[in-house]
Nanobody
Framework: QVQLVESGGGSVQVGGSLRLSCVAS????????MGWFRQAPGKEREFVAA????????FYADSVKGRFTISGENAKTTAYLQMDSLKLEDTAVYYC???????????????????WGQGTQVTVSS
């Protein structure tokens, strides 16, 4: 089992930045992927970004590409999501998730993630 704990959410104005962190309770293996998903009120949970430790490959939703950056460190226990140029539509609860046996074809699908954090609220206002 892996517990994931997010931090770094908050309120920011349009165009501002926030950095989310996700810390895993133990070291994970090279096939492990850590992803960020978000859910706005009345909407389904959607993929935001993911990083797969093997090769350091990163993946982004089109809606955040060029504005958000996912990274990882600390012996495969911590992932970050740097969010810049925030927009109103980025407002949501952001969840960190872990997929212990990730493959590239399913890395954007929340169904394949076994571990989830509690979520952190990000609110962007004008």
């Amino acid at each position: 089992q892996v517990q994931l704990v997010e931090s770094g959410g908050g309120s920011v104005q349009v165009g501002g930045s926030l950095r989310l962190s996700c810390v895993a309770s133990r070291r994970t293996n090279s096939r492990f992927a850590m992803g960020w998903f978000r859910q706005a009120p009345g909407k389904e949970r959607e993929f935001v970004a993911a990083i797969r430790w093997s090769g350091g490959h990163t993946f982004y939703a089109d809606s955040v590409k060029g504005r958000f950056t996912i990274s990882g460190e600390n012996a495969k226990t911590t992932a970050y999501l740097q969010m810049d140029s925030l927009k109103l539509e980025d407002t949501a609860v952001y969840y960190c998730a872990g997929d212990p046996g990730s493959i590239l074809s399913t890395i954007r699908d929340p169904q394949y993630y076994d571990y989830w954090g509690q979520g952190t609220q990000v609110t962007v206002s004008s």
